[in-house]
């Protein structure tokens, strides 16, 4: 039955991925667990790009309280609530998107469902999975969780304006995640103090650049 499942989705995301290619649409798949500063970054990163067209995805369980947060901003976006679920699928994103319209060369930031597990499995057609690692959380979750650390493009070490606060050895988190993934990118980052932001930035308009060059050359 898992592979059945898999199987489908990997389908379904393998044609959203074509359709998004054609269309130059970077889409990013941002995961990581409850409190890692999801939302946060998401709302600094519109705020600031507003020359990139942005629409997002955001995926929860329950409420529409983080798709408020999004509007708010003025970016258009889709509520997905999983209910019981644990993670965003392809079938889900290619309806929000359906619904998002988003204009041929846009950027999609797609908020995964908090989880660092079930996330890892599920295909979403992205163009790239990025994983946020709070620095308020222990240095060897990578170890703990490598199946998403190994999928990632990106890993962000986000909250870094708190290190000052806590006892957490940033050199051993990095290393943790060259053990597992040596060739994601990693960043360390703020979005509350601005710190770092601007090499994320950086980064998400490297993959709008690239999905458009490669669609309109």
């Keep these: 039955m898992t592979t059945d499942l898999l199987a489908k989705n990997d389908r379904l995301a393998g044609e959203l991925r074509a359709r998004l290619h054609l269309d130059g649409i970077a889409a990013c798949n941002l995961i990581g667990a409850p409190g890692a500063g999801k939302t946060t970054l998401?709302?600094?990163?519109?705020?600031?790009?507003?020359?990139?067209?942005?629409?997002?995805?955001?995926?929860?369980?329950?409420?529409?309280?983080?798709?408020?947060?999004i509007a708010a901003t003025g970016a258009r976006v889709v509520q997905v609530n999983t209910g019981t679920g644990c993670h965003l699928d392809a079938a889900m994103v290619t309806r929000a998107l359906s619904a998002l319209k988003p204009e041929p060369g846009a950027v999609v930031l797609i908020e995964n469902v908090?989880?660092?597990?079930?996330?890892?499995?599920?295909?979403?057609?992205?163009?790239?999975?990025?994983?946020?690692?709070?620095?308020?959380?222990g240095e060897d979750k990578p170890l703990k969780y490598p199946h998403i650390f190994r999928a990632a493009g990106l890993v962000i070490l986000s909250k870094i304006d708190l290190l000052p606060n806590l006892d957490?050895?940033?050199?051993?988190?990095?290393?943790?995640?060259?053990k597992i993934n040596p060739d994601a990118a990693i960043l360390q980052l703020s979005a509350r103090s601005g710190q770092g932001m601007t090499d994320w930035y950086d980064w998400l308009r490297s993959q709008f650049a690239a999905a458009r060059q490669s669609a309109f050359a």
Excluded: M, W, Y
Excluded at 42 to 69: K, N
């Design 42 to 69: 998401l709302e600094h990163t519109i705020r600031r790009l507003s020359d990139v067209p942005i629409t997002v995805v955001e995926g929860d369980q329950a409420t529409d309280h983080d798709a408020r947060r």
């Design 114 to 137: 908090g989880n660092l597990v079930c996330p890892a499995l599920f295909d979403l057609g992205e163009r790239a999975k990025a994983v946020i690692f709070p620095v308020t959380d």
């Design 168 to 178: 957490f050895a940033l050199a051993e988190a990095i290393d943790n995640v060259a």
